[in-house]
């Protein structure tokens, strides 16, 4: 009598085909071997991306960020170029967008897009009118003041200020000169040199009639004299360009400082100014509107 096969058996007619197809008899059925981890791997990458790519492309999604994105730079270009004219405008277009998002946090048992979609635009209407305020405080609104003030020429050193108080630019008579030897430099807590010397009329006395004018700069003296900043070293050069002040929003302005160096120099060489001189940039004539496109450019670039 001959007895049956054992499947298990090296002489099963079906061993070397299991072999060759690359699986194993486990009794009653057949199961594939391992594949090399490097392909699963890949292949698991692979369908990462893919769902990644699928997510981004999910209305939803877009909404999600897209939205606060454009909410971000539409608010920081407002206020950068908008507040000075429309101040009211910035504050109330916050509020509202604001209150849109807080009600889209309201809503978000309705909707798995609201509580995200809330949040984001939360911080994009923070993050976009801090971010803007920050720009037009510090160099936006700079450009403003001089495209409003008014130019003078032929101005005299020794005019009252306040007779060109509304100025902008100023051409000097060729009589004035910046007295380069009686110039202090002010060193603030951040290390910044804030320079400072007094605008005077050739061949005036040491202390002549009280200073209306005081033409300023940054790291460009020494502690005592020695005044280089702009074009204070050239003799042809008798024009100036004023210095605003701005709102002071996150910190103190430029001339902030320079009136710490103003008052320095007084006390140092013995001097009277007017209690409200104004505060220049010494140039040539040519250069009157260089600080103007130095601000612009800034803001174009932040």
Known sequence: MQRPLNPTSAYAPDAGLSA??????????????????????????????AQIAVIAKRPDFLVTWIAPWFVFTFLATFYTYGFMQLPSVCVILS???????????????????????????????????????????????YPAFYANSRPYADVVATQPAEAVADAGKIIFSDEAVVDTNRSVAFVSESGEVYCAAPVVTTGSSQHQVTIQFWAVGLSCCSALGDFKCDDAADA???????????????????????????????????????????????????????????????????
């Open 20 to 49: 060759a197809a690359g699986t194993q008899d486990y009794g009653n059925g057949a199961l594939p071997a391992e594949q090399p981890v490097p392909a699963v791997a890949a292949r698991k990458g692979h369908s990462r991306a």
């Open 95 to 141: 509020v509202i967008l604001l209150s849109v998002s807080f009600a889209f946090l309201l809503l978000r048992h309705r909707s798995h897009v609201w509580l995200p979609l809330g949040v984001t635009l939360f911080v994009a209407t923070i993050a976009g009118s801090v971010v803007g305020l920050y720009i037009y405080d510090q160099v936006a609104c």
């Open 236 to 302: 042809s050069a008798h024009a100036g360009i004023r210095v605003f002040d701005n709102s002071g929003f996150f910190s103190d302005s430029r001339k902030d400082f320079y009136r710490r160096a103003r008052l320095k120099a007084e006390a140092t060489y013995d001097l009277v100014s007017t209690t409200n001189p104004m505060y220049v940039r010494w140039v040539a004539e040519a250069d009157l509107d260089f600080l103007s496109s130095e601000y612009s450019v800034k803001a174009l670039g932040s």
